[in-house]
Every structure is written in structure tokens, then in C-alpha cells.
């Protein structure tokens, strides 16, 4: 204990400036990690975290567009008021339907290309950006073709199955036939970005996989089948949710498909989606607080989806 007490009183002494210093840096290098991702999460809440706590706040009011200001409380009632209203159930409808006719035809589509993208073809380079080439245009712009396409009069569509003899097709007024052309026009945007995302994963599986499987004499499809879709699997539920996403959010594609239309989605409501019907109440008819509720159901669905799937993943697993 004596000889602890001399050395401490024989050891040079520190200046009290050295000391701050080494706190000062060791808070510094602490603090480092923190500074560098408080951007991300000062933009997320200005951005994503706090209009969503706003809508979550403003679907609780029975409040106008033109007159924000005066808002009366009403609670659940915009969420109740969904239940018993037929135009919400309706745009669900739609919204399932069209998004089952667009996204499962899309990602098969879209693999069937990456893996003929993937093989020993001349110009491949200019397949890959031909494929992205309608993700790049402008849904205005291939909305409006597609409806010139599937014009009742003049369309080529109906040009083309009138050669064989059918009677022409009402695309835009009929109940599943504009449903149809809707998720055609997604189908035609969206199919070339997910073939380059399959075709980018299908390049990091490693070929010793394929020359073991065809050794073993596996043909092509079933090495496709054994080896390029278990390898697929975090790019094939990427797109998935991703798509997911999309077909609950459509909106450009039906709201400019008709041109007298507009967010009533057809004469019908036959393509209103969730997401038409949203505008429609917000800023068509003006009533803030029930798109507010809508946009939450949107969200409330997703979730629900999502769980389901993944209830369903984890009891296969355990199986």
C-alpha cells in the first residue's frame, strides 16, 4: 500500500489541458458514429415519420382541403365510415385484381428474360438497356399510347382481333377488360427492371454450382430449377414486395388510361384502385380526413399482407 502511494507521488504529473484533450477526443470518438447517420434520421423524420404521424393525426378529423383550419373531431369515424362504404370495398377489389394481373405475368415474364439475358447472345448489352427503356419513359407519356392502343374505334388492339374475326373489345369500359389493359401497361413498364434485378442476381451465383449439377446430369431446366431459383431467392422477394407495394400505391397508369375518366377510375368505378379512389376523396371532393383514413388502410393492408406471408414462411419452416 506504501509503495503505491510513492510511485503515484513520484509520477509526473499530467496537465489538466492533456486531460480535457484526451476526454475531449475520446467523446469525439464516441459521438463520430452518430454524426455521421444523424442525417439519415433527421431527413426520415422530416420526410417519412412525420407526415405519416400527421395523417395518422388529420384521418382523426372531419376536416375540408379548402379549409384546413377548421377541423372537428370525429375519432374513428373516417375508419368506421370505410367499412360500410361500397366504393372503398370496390377500389379494393380492383386493386387486388389488378395487381394479381400485373405483378405474377411481370416477374414471371421478367425471369423467363434474365435468364435468356443471362446466356451467350450477340449485342447482349443492348438487350439489357432496351430492357430498361420502358422504365425510363414516362407514365404519362406510355399511358396515353396504351390508351390510343386500346382505343374501342381505331385501336390496333382490336384491329388485330378483328383479322381473326372476334367482335372489338370496349377496353376502357368494360369491367375486366380495362382492368386488363391497366395491368398491361404496368406489365410493360415494370417487366424489364425486374429482369435486369434477377439478371444482376443470376450473375453472382457461382458457375461451380452448374458444372456440379451437370456432372451429375442435370439438364437445363432442371438446373434451372435446383440452381438458379434457390440462388434467386432474396432478388425474387425483393421484387415481390416491391411489386406489392406498387399494385396497393397504383395510380398514374389508371388515372390517365380514359381520358374523361379521371379518379372515378371508368363510367363503373370498374378500374378504380385504392390509390384513385384516395385523390378522389382528397382532392376532388375535397375531404382531407377520409383520405387520410384511406392512405392509412392502404398501409394497415400492407402490413397485414406482409404478416400473413411471413406467418406462412415461418410454419413452412418449422414443417
Known sequence: MAEDVVERALAPAVPAGGARRDRLGRLRSRAAPY???APFFLLFGAFGLFPLVATAWTSLF??????PEAREWVGAHNY???????????????????GLLATVPQLLIALGAAHLLDARLRGRLFFRVAALAPY?????AATLVFALFYGRDQGMVNWAIGLVGLDPVDWQNGPWASKFAVASIVIWRWTGYNALIYLAAMQTIPP????????DGASRGRR?????????????????IVSTIGAVQLFGEPLLFSSGAGAS???????????????????????????AAIAWAMLLLLVVVFGLVRLGRGKGVRR
Open 80 to 98: 368506421a365510415r370505410l367499412l360500410t362504404d361500397e366504393f372503398f370495398w370496390n377500389a379494393l377489389a380492383n386493386t387486388v385484381l389488378i
Open 35 to 37: 454524426a455521421l447517420v
Open 265 to 291: 377510375g371508368g363510367a363503373d368505378h370498374q378500374y378504380q384502385t385504392l390509390g384513385l379512389y384516395l385523390y378522389e376523396q382528397g382532392w376532388v371532393n375535397l375531404h382531407l380526413g377520409r383520405a
Open 224 to 240: 434451372f430449377w435446383h440452381v438458379t431459383l434457390p440462388g434467386l431467392r432474396p432478388a425474387l422477394a425483393f421484387t415481390g
Open 136 to 140: 425510363a419513359t414516362s407514365v404519362a
Open 62 to 67: 372531419r376536416v375540408e382541403l379548402t379549409a
Open 208 to 215: 461451380e454450382l452448374y458444372e456440379a449439377a451437370a456432372l
